[in-house]
């Protein structure tokens, strides 16, 4: 082989050097490309999408951001879901609780749609193993969230009704959520009426919340406990002793009423006798839920799943199954 001459050498490492750019000047002047647009900030997705892009029963992990004692059985939890998910929930829908390592259980949203930004309340009660353990927790430990599931209250449907809620014991946790999104909305209803009962003093929930709603002026609140103490000024009887108190435009009134089942028969004689039509009658249906999916058949009276249609029902579309009241 011919030894590689210095000359070749040098014309080969010149080829191999790249040129400098070479600066224009005058009108042929280097241009400035503008800077890029900013990308608009994407809307957080509802946590319910979740579900279609995995397993159905795969819960998202979040956080307790605050736990709220309110009496010494129930508790207030607000929980972080994670950056780019809101709960996207409609007032009186429920989601699937997950302590790890013990089991999960279906818990009623008490925080309204309205004040639910990246955070949603849950008022548990202490009652079984699952939210024993969740009473455990503390804020910033985590939780396992899937849902929102079921179908809520139409409350657009309201728009222009006198709204009367009868929240009885616990039953005013996820009634709470519908009644601060008509709150938020008030110009869009009527009269806004609450007849809230409970057992006994101790055991009523929210009650500086009440007491601000009491405040408020557009809106008539009227509370009665079974059993009072020697501090309780107000009304003594069960829910059904407060009816009598307001005086009602049938036609134009929607009734909500979340509570034990035994309570509902009873209101519902009371609701009736004013002459609220059956269709304008709302209740929430308290069923044992498992799966929040509709496969385990926990929650099934005759061919409805509550988790699915429910929990929230009008009057007309369930008194004709028997295992509903």
């Given at each position: 082989m011919t030894p590689t001459s210095a000359a070749q050498r040098t014309r080969k490492r010149a080829r191999a050097t790249p040129k400098a750019p070479t600066r224009r000047t005058g009108p042929q002047a280097t241009r400035t490309r503008p800077p890029k647009a900013p990308r608009p900030a994407m809307s957080p997705r509802p946590l319910h999408d979740t579900l279609s892009?995995?397993?159905?029963?795969?819960?998202?992990?979040?956080?307790?951001?605050?736990?709220?004692?309110?009496t010494k059985l129930e508790t207030v939890f607000t929980v972080?879901?994670?950056p780019g998910l809101t709960l996207g929930h409609e007032p009186g829908?429920?989601?699937?609780?997950?302590?790890?390592?013990?089991?999960?259980?279906?818990?009623?949203?008490?925080?309204?749609?309205?004040?639910?930004?990246?955070?949603?309340?849950?008022c548990v009660?202490?009652?079984?193993?699952?939210?024993?353990?969740?009473?455990?927790?503390?804020?910033?430990?985590?939780?396992?969230i899937r849902g929102p599931f079921g179908h809520g209250f139409?409350?657009?449907?309201?728009?222009?009704?006198?709204?009367?809620?009868?929240?009885?014991?616990?039953g005013l946790?996820?009634?709470?959520?519908?009644?601060?999104?008509?709150?938020?909305?008030?110009?869009?209803?009527?009269?806004?009426?609450?007849?809230?009962?409970?057992?006994?003093p101790s055991e009523l929930l929210f009650t500086d919340e009440v007491e601000t709603w009491r405040q408020?002026?557009?809106?008539?609140?009227?509370?009665?406990?079974?059993?009072?103490?020697?501090?309780?000024?107000?009304?003594?009887?069960v829910i059904t002793t407060l009816f009598p108190k307001v005086q009602l435009q049938p036609r134009n009134t929607v009734a909500v009423s979340v509570g034990p089942p035994v309570m509902y028969r009873f209101v519902l004689i009371e609701l009736l006798a004013k002459g609220i039509p059956e269709g304008n009658i709302w209740l929430s249906l308290e069923r044992r839920m498992k799966c929040g999916v509709g496969k385990c058949g926990h929650c099934q009276m005759n061919d409805v799943f509550t988790c699915q249609e429910g929990p929230a029902f009008s009057y007309d579309r369930i008194k004709p199954l028997e295992e509903a009241l």
């Open positions: 892009t995995g397993s159905i029963y795969l819960p998202v992990t979040a956080r307790i951001a605050e736990t709220r004692p309110l972080e879901l994670p829908q429920f989601v699937e609780v997950s302590v790890f390592g013990v089991g999960e259980a279906p818990i009623s949203i008490s925080s309204s749609p309205s004040r639910s930004n990246g955070t949603f309340e849950l009660r202490r009652a079984g193993e699952v939210t024993t353990a969740l009473h455990a927790l503390h804020a910033g430990d985590r939780l396992g139409p409350y657009q449907k309201f728009y222009g009704k006198d709204i009367l809620f009868a929240p009885g014991g616990l946790a996820p009634l709470r959520s519908l009644i601060n999104q008509v709150l938020d909305e008030r110009r869009n209803f009527g009269r806004v009426m609450l007849l809230y009962g409970a057992k006994h408020r002026g557009d809106m008539e609140v009227h509370v009665s406990v079974d059993r009072p103490d020697e501090t309780w000024t107000g009304n003594v009887g």
